[in-house]
């Protein structure tokens, strides 16, 4: 039908242009060496009116249109990874519904009759097409030659080829031309800036003009019940996250496991009690419990052979005092770069979060969303290099009084680690797709989006297994 109408329309532009009738149009199936034939009559047109008429009345509408029952229409189409349709799908069979938050669903009938699982969404693209480039040389300039970036150091220069690029981050005082800005605009390439010491200072992106997608948020976010129920869920997912962590870190070691089974009775208390808090309130109460709790376990995660001037004394921020929660702060930083520039590229307001209040810091929504990844994008692998003796303690850190930063050798094998950590793979465990971090941090957001627009319960159903 699609394709009927597709070249209906086609012959009605000619006629209007022509100035003359066009009573007949071809449509070709090479594959098939088919060629259907369409009669453009007065009933085609009048179909083709009614199909306009449909597509401004949803135009107009706040309301998202439901996802299609045919499947095969689904399969080539290019919203595909904006519509989501086979996650909402395994919602409409049950796989999701009516779970316990943080409990992955049993297997289908499918599953249990067949032996096999059912087929895995494979819409929603697994990996990013395009990479981040991060300027960390301060003496750095980054300019324009045709569709490159330039990058021009003491050691030479660097062309990048723009559609390479996703997003370019510039670490401390590293310049970049009107030239290289207006090329990264042009092809939806954002720009941020972070400070020396690791701090998100500010960015440009080209978000998207969708005011109706945004009118939507703001309509269900100024719901106090709405944004506490979302809430509920994304530090359910948090707490559980770190718990499963420690758990999975301290399975098969006696002695870790007793140094902290203070700490893991205290989320596991948490973790009871999230899903009957009754106010934002609450929330942030039983989310510090938790924090102080995981952050007390960290320290037995590291092997004997780290040395103690890598090894954490609590967590402290803003500045951090030791070089474990240097390391930790600057991660920080880097996932808010990610989340701040998908939340834009998905067209959502970052400004208007359910569970950070505003502050000048932070947009909330990004702080809220960064809480689904503080742990597997980038405590996990941090802990592994620090186990690994990955960092050294003179040549990686600034130590000044009151505070630590990276140097610029740190700040690069931090990247290292952070960029390799996007491009690994994991599984989800509801929508049974394998896809990189940085594709999970996109697909977390335009879930959230759907706990608004008639899918609710997708959203912040990741854990690690």
């Given at each position: 039908p699609s394709d009927r109408i597709q070249v209906i329309a086609y012959a009605v532009l000619l006629e209007e242009t022509l100035g003359q009738?066009?009573?007949?149009?071809?449509?070709?199936?090479?594959?098939?060496?088919?060629?259907a034939i369409v009669e453009v009559d007065e009933?085609?047109?009048?179909?083709?009116?009614?199909?306009?008429?449909?597509?401004?009345?949803?135009?107009?509408?706040?309301?998202r249109p439901p996802v299609t029952e045919n499947e095969r229409l689904c399969r080539r189409c290019s919203l595909a990874p904006i519509c989501l349709p086979e996650e909402e799908r395994l919602?409409?069979?049950?796989?999701?519904?009516?779970?316990?938050?943080g409990r992955?669903?049993?297997?289908?009938?499918?599953?249990?009759?067949?032996?096999?699982?059912?087929?895995?969404?494979?819409?929603?693209?697994?990996?990013?097409?395009?990479?981040?480039?991060?300027?960390?040389?301060?003496k750095a300039r980054?300019?324009?030659?045709?569709?490159?970036?330039?990058?021009?150091?003491?050691?030479?220069?660097?062309?990048?080829?723009?559609?390479?690029?996703?997003?370019v981050v510039i670490h401390g005082f590293a310049q970049i031309t009107t030239q290289a800005i207006h090329l990264c605009a042009r092809h939806d390439v954002a720009v941020q800036w972070m400070t020396a010491g690791g701090r998100f200072s500010a960015g440009t992106s080209a978000s998207p003009g969708r005011v109706r997608q945004r009118i939507r948020q703001y309509a269900a976010l100024t719901d106090p019940s709405e944004r506490l129920r979302l809430a509920r869920r994304l530090m359910h997912a948090k707490v559980e996250t770190q718990l499963?962590?420690?758990?999975?870190?301290?399975?098969?070691?006696?002695?870790?496991?007793?140094?902290?089974?203070?700490?893991?009775?205290?989320?596991?208390?948490?973790?009871?009690?999230?899903?009957?808090?009754?106010?934002t309130a609450s929330l942030l109460g039983l989310e510090g419990i938790a924090a102080k709790a995981y952050f007390s376990c960290l320290p037995e995660l590291l092997g004997s052979q780290v040395p103690d001037l890598l090894r954490p004394a609590g967590r402290t921020k803003h500045?951090?005092?030791?070089?474990?929660?240097?390391?930790?702060?600057?991660?920080?930083?880097?996932?808010q770069t990610l989340v701040h520039r998908t939340i834009l590229a998905v067209g959502l307001e970052p400004a208007f979060g359910f569970y950070h209040q505003p502050r000048t810091a932070a947009a909330p929504l990004v702080l809220d969303l960064m809480e689904l990844f503080r742990t597997p994008i980038w405590e996990m692998p941090l802990i592994g290099s620090v186990n690994r003796r990955t960092w050294d303690v003179d040549e990686d850190f600034e130590v000044r009084p009151g505070h630590v930063w990276l140097t610029e050798s740190g700040r690069r094998k931090a990247l290292q680690l952070f960029e390799s950590r996007l491009q690994e793979s994991y599984k989800h465990p509801y929508t049974r797709q394998s896809l990189t971090y940085a594709r999970m941090v996109e697909l977390e957001a335009r879930l959230l989006e759907k706990e608004w627009s008639g899918s609710p319960n997708l959203f912040a159903r990741m854990r690690i297994r």
């Amino acid at each position: 039908p699609s394709d009927r109408i597709q070249v209906i329309a086609y012959a009605v532009l000619l006629e209007e242009t022509l100035g003359q009738p066009v009573p007949q149009a071809r449509v070709r199936y090479h594959r098939d060496n088919v060629t259907a034939i369409v009669e453009v009559d007065e009933a085609a047109k009048a179909e083709l009116r009614e199909v306009v008429r449909r597509a401004r009345e949803l135009r107009r509408s706040l309301q998202r249109p439901p996802v299609t029952e045919n499947e095969r229409l689904c399969r080539r189409c290019s919203l595909a990874p904006i519509c989501l349709p086979e996650e909402e799908r395994l919602l409409a069979r049950g796989d999701l519904a009516g779970e316990r938050l943080g409990r992955r669903p049993k297997e289908s009938p499918r599953e249990n009759r067949e032996g096999a699982p059912l087929p895995r969404p494979t819409l929603f693209p697994s990996d990013r097409q395009r990479q981040t480039l991060h300027v960390v040389d301060p003496k750095a300039r980054i300019g324009r030659s045709a569709e490159r970036l330039l990058v021009t150091t003491e050691e030479g220069r660097q062309f990048v080829p723009i559609k390479q690029v996703d997003a370019v981050v510039i670490h401390g005082f590293a310049q970049i031309t009107t030239q290289a800005i207006h090329l990264c605009a042009r092809h939806d390439v954002a720009v941020q800036w972070m400070t020396a010491g690791g701090r998100f200072s500010a960015g440009t992106s080209a978000s998207p003009g969708r005011v109706r997608q945004r009118i939507r948020q703001y309509a269900a976010l100024t719901d106090p019940s709405e944004r506490l129920r979302l809430a509920r869920r994304l530090m359910h997912a948090k707490v559980e996250t770190q718990l499963r962590y420690v758990l999975r870190a301290t399975r098969g070691d006696p002695r870790r496991r007793k140094e902290c089974q203070m700490g893991v009775d205290r989320m596991r208390e948490s973790l009871r009690k999230i899903p009957n808090a009754q106010s934002t309130a609450s929330l942030l109460g039983l989310e510090g419990i938790a924090a102080k709790a995981y952050f007390s376990c960290l320290p037995e995660l590291l092997g004997s052979q780290v040395p103690d001037l890598l090894r954490p004394a609590g967590r402290t921020k803003h500045p951090p005092r030791d070089r474990f929660n240097c390391l930790l702060s600057f991660g920080y930083a880097l996932i808010q770069t990610l989340v701040h520039r998908t939340i834009l590229a998905v067209g959502l307001e970052p400004a208007f979060g359910f569970y950070h209040q505003p502050r000048t810091a932070a947009a909330p929504l990004v702080l809220d969303l960064m809480e689904l990844f503080r742990t597997p994008i980038w405590e996990m692998p941090l802990i592994g290099s620090v186990n690994r003796r990955t960092w050294d303690v003179d040549e990686d850190f600034e130590v000044r009084p009151g505070h630590v930063w990276l140097t610029e050798s740190g700040r690069r094998k931090a990247l290292q680690l952070f960029e390799s950590r996007l491009q690994e793979s994991y599984k989800h465990p509801y929508t049974r797709q394998s896809l990189t971090y940085a594709r999970m941090v996109e697909l977390e957001a335009r879930l959230l989006e759907k706990e608004w627009s008639g899918s609710p319960n997708l959203f912040a159903r990741m854990r690690i297994r």
